[in-house]
């Protein structure tokens, strides 16, 4: 008699977890209210459980089977040939150290990781401007990813000290006379000696002008918020060359950080587990070029699709009226319902390429650019919007890709993982080692490399995003003449030297600032 109900009760129980299960996949579809985020890190479950079907699927039918000629595929791996311009930095008529300090500089750093770098290279400037001792920079506690990471969590901070004792003193701590001069002081009130209003960009004379007279009355100034407060034109010949010798000399990882880049770095290069072992060995340079050419090859992606970024485009990527409900809200949360390009449709924003590629998108790019399925792709990211299920058919394109997780073990991340910034820098220092980097969307990581590999001459792909938008609007286009359009679009998109216009960035644009003729 019992085995009856044992049946109908496992039956009941078998419908109970059904329906429960139906329940919370149509939640976030009836109810997206529900599924705002708590924060900027964290996903809606709506964007986790519901990866919209592929949008361009005559086009990724055709890359799925494409064979790359292999011409194309010698010219896309081929390194850049000498474009005439070597490193330069080293200025003969640079002032020496003065022999007594003006006063000491402290600056407060908010943003990523690459934002504070460009903010410790102006920092180092605006200290040899003004003669000052320059404290090592404060990072500021990332609002979205709260990682409270120091300097010396992150940078070699002796390196940094010992490359640039002929240019700037540098102190790690300051004098305790002026201990007072911490975060907490300046968080508690207005203080005579905090300098808030220096404006974006500023000229050197207006840090003669503001900062000096304060350094002078107190000892100390203390200028925060400091991120893009010194201009990039109209200063010294020096100090442009200061900053790049900052951005591409002084600012080396930790070992640490070096150590677990270079294991992944090895990994990508040698995947049957040859170079796994880690240790210090590892960190030697790799300086026979014929070694790299037996070593294997791979490309960085860095994959700029997270959540920020699709919220704040204003595009639509495909997930129906429950995805526009979910950013909407998202939106709503951080920056009251305001974002910059909502007065254009999603076809006039695609057009003008001002929507953030997605997964399936740059996938597609890579393909018609001469990337296989046997590319080892290294994926450099954030927590990507949508995730794993949004990126399923670029892994499907590319089985090979990687990411840090699925190459290092879980003791070997155990120093950085959980730590935004310290990810970012493996992811940096992986980036820079690469045969090929290509970033989805512009961003401050983007603009770093792209500068940093410039400096070193090194392949760099821009997707040219106005050409993009309109190939992927057309629904009829055939593989043939989208891979062509693509090619010839990106001809001189690979790492070729582009001199610095006015008001452009040297961090992204070193030549001629940073380098000359060979």
């Not at 980097?437 to 410039?454: E, K, Q, V």
């Not at 995003?465 to 359009?485: V, Y």
């Amino acid at each position: 008699m019992r085995q009856p109900y044992n049946y109908n009760h496992q039956v009941h129980q078998s419908q109970r977890s059904a329906f429960a299960a139906l329940f919370l996949v149509l939640l976030p579809i009836f109810f997206p209210n529900l599924f705002a985020p708590l924060g900027r890190a964290s996903p809606s479950l709506f964007s986790e459980w519901n990866a919209p079907k592929p949008r361009h699927l005559s086009l990724l039918e055709v890359a799925l089977h494409w064979k790359t000629p292999i011409k194309q595929q010698f010219d896309l791996w081929s390194p850049l040939p000498n474009q005439g311009w070597k490193p330069c930095i080293d200025s003969a008529d640079s002032p020496s150290l003065p022999e007594r300090s003006q006063g000491y500089i402290q600056v407060f750093l908010d943003g990523g990781l690459n934002q504070q770098r460009m903010g410790i290279c102006d920092a180092v400037a605006v200290a040899k401007i003004l003669n000052a001792t320059l404290v090592i920079p404060h990072l500021e506690v990332n609002p979205v990813w709260q990682d409270s990471s120091s300097f010396t969590n992150i940078f070699d901070v002796d390196h940094f000290i010992n490359v640039l004792q002929d240019e700037v003193p540098i102190v790690k701590e300051l004098p305790r006379e002026y201990s007072w001069s911490s975060r907490e002081y300046y968080a508690t009130g207005i203080r005579a000696t905090r300098i808030k209003t220096a404006p974006i960009h500023a000229s050197a004379d207006w840090y003669l002008e503001n900062v000096l007279p304060v350094m002078r009355s107190y000892g100390i100034a203390a200028i925060s918020p400091f991120s893009h407060r010194l201009a990039f034109d109209k200063l010294p010949v020096e100090i442009q060359h200061l900053r790049c010798k900052v951005n591409f000399e002084a600012l080396a990882f930790v070992p640490r950080i070096r150590l677990i880049g270079e294991t992944l770095v090895n990994r990508l290069r040698d995947p049957s587990g040859k170079l796994q072992a880690s240790g210090t060995e590892v960190l030697r340079e790799r300086t026979d070029d014929t070694e790299k050419e037996r070593a294997g090859k791979f490309v960085v992606l860095h994959l700029r699709f997270d959540k920020d970024m699709a919220a704040h485009s204003a595009c639509d990527f495909g997930g129906g009226k429950a995805e526009k409900l979910a950013l909407a809200k998202y939106r709503q949360v951080l920056w009251q319902g305001r974002v910059l390009n909502s007065q254009f449709t999603d076809h006039e924003l695609r057009n003008q390429g001002r929507c953030p590629l997605t997964p399936e998108e740059i996938g597609l790019l890579l393909t018609a650019l001469g990337f296989n399925n046997n590319t080892h792709l290294y994926l450099a990211s954030h927590k990507v919007y949508g995730g794993e299920a949004r990126i399923s058919t670029l892994r499907t394109m590319f089985p090979l890709m990687e990411d840090k997780k699925s190459l290092a073990s879980a003791n070997e991340l155990a120093e950085v993982e959980g730590k935004a910034s310290l990810m970012a820098a493996v992811d940096y220092y992986v980036s820079l080692k690469s045969d090929i980097f290509i970033s989805a969307s512009p961003g401050n990581m983007h603009n770093a490399l792209l500068g940093h590999r410039a400096y070193l001459n090194l392949k760099t792909i821009r997707p040219n995003m106005l050409l993009l938008g309109p190939l992927f609007l057309n629904k009829t286009i055939e593989w043939s003449e989208f891979q062509h359009a693509v090619i010839n679009g990106h001809k001189n998109r690979q790492g070729q030297t582009r001199l610095r216009k006015e008001k452009q960035s040297i961090y992204t644009y070193p030549a001629p600032d940073c380098m000359c003729r060979a």
